[in-house]
């Protein structure tokens, strides 16, 4: 759990965004998580260059049923096929990976940024403040996290905004747990006393004294979490709760074209099935070559 | 010990009672909406008004809360507004599906998971270890919903041995149970399984253990013997946290194969506002997920006898 906060360099506070690129470089010594920085950066570039790779526009129905690699009516190739709209998958493909991307990224974010401060509050000023934060994220952390969901989404409706609403909701008193723990250790240096004693405030000290040194975990955890949040956002596309259509997310894909993966053309549902699954793939090795690589120095 | 236990029974009750006050909040915090629910969308303002006073509801909230608390513990969860029924006529039925649904996975979830772990962290390092560790990671990463139509393009499209929908129209039927529980435990057992594997793995490096190999014991003798009751310790905890993701898992499960559990009814609540199930649902499902957290707590005490008598 905190095994990894003793291994972080104390000496001099780099910013978060420098010490995020060192673990990166670090990387190079874990072939595990090379091959997962390698899927993510596939499909960042995919989703960053959506308008140029995608072959056809995503919404346009072009021919239904059409199987993968078959011809299309101006010349081209579906190359994964279209669905029962006539719409090319591979290009439902890369756009709904730009939307999940981008959503799963700003809820994942915003939920560091809220787990972080109350974290760091709980663990920093202990006492009742702990308590009362600890308690709710005990309450909210007692939920199955998709009952969660399923509940928040129905009450707000369905929309990115709300998804990242709950995304906050469900997914920060987790972080906060993490960041409370390695903030009551670090707590403790003498490096913090020193800084109390210079008469730093109580926010700067936990945000340029111990906020820095708690990023080992932390960095581990956020891929993980890219990942459960890449998940979360197909479950609930896939459940009729997620992104509102036409334009394409992958669980909506799935949940649109299910029924027909019985009925001849299993490749609708597969390959947005097949998506999901390597980009959370690709998340979880970079997180375990990172977790390797932090705990061999 | 037992001071312990009263400690974690009162943080089990008192985090039931704010969960249960928050479902309340958002289901019955506003009476018109209720009023709505149950009348329907052509109820005129008056009727609405005539509704909430006939059945309480111009009353404090709190006051009303504490009676559902009251009525909750007896039993009645009121009525369905879709199914036009008492919830318990519909609920307990849906609930004892999920059970055998979850009961099933969770067994065979949790047997899978600790022969890999244990296979895994026996010899750390060797390829056994290192393709049950990919594997383990390869298959929690495929969600519920991604390996349902994977799996159902490869067992019921392409070789037709199983059926696609899990509805039990004409009664239990065991063949339709195995898709869903492919599903969940797919996508389960990995987390189980690498926490073992790092659990066994430490245990093998204990003198311990080193001091039995050098007596010259039977290999299968020192892992069976002495090496797996001790690395099966860290273990139990984490099993008894992952019911909580396992009932996580049986909503879309339950949605994605048509199977009438408590996931499914929840689910089709929430989207139509039938307030009475979506809190029995909502209740059932926390004190689950609480109750086995705080059996895993107390186990792995019990368990360890390190933090036992400290």
Not at chain 1, 178 to 192: C, E, F, N, P, S
Not at chain 1, 244 to 266: A, C, E, K, L, Y
Not at chain 1, 277 to 295: C, H, K, P, Q
Not at chain 2, 35 to 64: H, K, T
Request: proline share 5%.
């Amino acid at each position: 759990m905190t095994d990894t906060t003793n291994s972080a360099p104390i000496a001099k506070p780099d910013s978060m965004l420098v010490s995020a690129f060192k673990s990166i470089a670090l990387l190079k010594e874990s072939p595990v998580g090379i091959i997962g920085g390698l899927i993510v950066l596939m499909f960042v570039v995919l989703a960053v260059f959506a308008p140029v790779l995608a072959p056809f526009d995503p919404n346009a129905p072009l021919l239904p049923f059409a199987f993968p690699g078959s011809e299309a009516p101006d010349g081209g190739i579906f190359l994964f096929g279209t669905d029962h709209l006539g719409r090319d998958i591979l290009s439902r493909i890369i756009w709904g990976g730009q939307r999940v991307l981008f959503y799963a990224t700003l809820a994942t974010v915003s939920a560091y940024i809220v787990g972080i401060l109350m974290g760091l509050a709980a663990g920093y000023f202990r006492g009742y403040l702990d308590e009362i934060i600890s308690f709710f994220a005990n309450v909210i952390l007692s939920f199955p996290i998709m009952v969660l969901y399923v509940l928040i989404i129905a009450n707000l409706g369905a929309s990115g905004a709300n998804i990242i609403f709950a995304v906050v909701f469900a997914s920060s008193p987790g972080i906060m747990r993490i960041v409370r723990g390695v903030t009551m250790d670090i707590a403790t240096r003498d490096y913090i006393a020193a800084a109390q004693t210079r008469g730093e405030g109580a926010w700067y000290i936990m945000l340029v004294e111990i906020l820095p040194n708690a990023r080992g975990p932390l960095i581990v955890d956020f891929c993980l979490r890219m990942g459960y949040t890449t998940i979360t956002i197909g479950a609930l596309g896939f459940l009729g709760l997620g992104l509102p259509p036409p334009d394409p997310d992958w669980g909506g894909m799935i949940t649109q074209t299910r029924s027909f993966v019985t009925g001849g053309f299993p490749y609708m549902a597969i390959f947005p099935a097949c998506a999901v699954s390597l980009l959370v793939l690709g998340f979880n090795l970079l997180a375990d070559g990172l977790r390797e690589v932090s705990l061999r120095d | 010990m037992l001071q312990l236990i009263m400690r974690r029974i009162g943080m089990m009750i008192l985090i039931m009672l704010v969960v249960a006050l928050l479902l309340f909040m958002i289901n019955e915090g506003d009476p018109r909406l209720i009023a709505r629910s149950v009348l329907g969308p052509y109820a005129q303002d008056d009727q609405l008004q005539l509704w909430i006073e006939q059945n309480g509801y111009d009353r404090s909230m709190l006051i009303r809360y504490f009676e559902w608390i009251g009525r909750v513990l007896t039993g009645d969860l009121g009525n369905s507004i879709i199914y036009k029924r008492p919830v318990s006529e519909i609920f307990w039925d849906r609930l004892g599906n999920t059970g055998i649904l979850a009961g099933v996975t969770f067994v065979i979830m949790v047997i899978v998971a600790l022969v890999l772990g244990v296979l895994a962290g026996m010899k750390e390092g060797s390829p056994q270890d290192r393709v049950i560790s990919v594997l383990s990671i390869a298959t929690t990463s495929v969600p519920e919903y991604a390996s349902a139509v994977i799996l159902a393009g490869i067992f019921v499209f392409w070789l037709g041995w199983l059926p696609g929908t899990s509805s039990m129209t004409s009664g239990f039927n065991v063949v339709e149970l195995i898709l869903p529980v492919m599903v969940l435990t797919l996508y389960g057992f990995g987390y189980i399984a690498r926490m073992t594997r790092a659990s066994m793995a430490e245990v093998m490096t204990t003198p311990y253990i080193r001091t039995a190999v050098l007596k010259g014991l039977p290999y299968r003798h020192i892992i069976m013997k002495h090496a797996l009751r001790n690395a099966l310790i860290a273990p139990f905890t984490v099993i008894m946290l992952q019911i909580n993701w396992l009932l996580s898992g049986v909503v879309v499960t339950e949605f994605a194969f048509g199977y009438k559990g408590f996931g499914a009814l929840l689910l089709e609540a929430s989207l139509r506002r039938d307030i009475f199930v979506i809190e029995a649902c909502g209740i059932a499902a926390v004190f689950v997920a609480v109750f086995t957290q705080t059996i895993g707590d107390l186990g792995y005490t019990y368990l360890n006898p390190r933090i036992r008598f400290k």
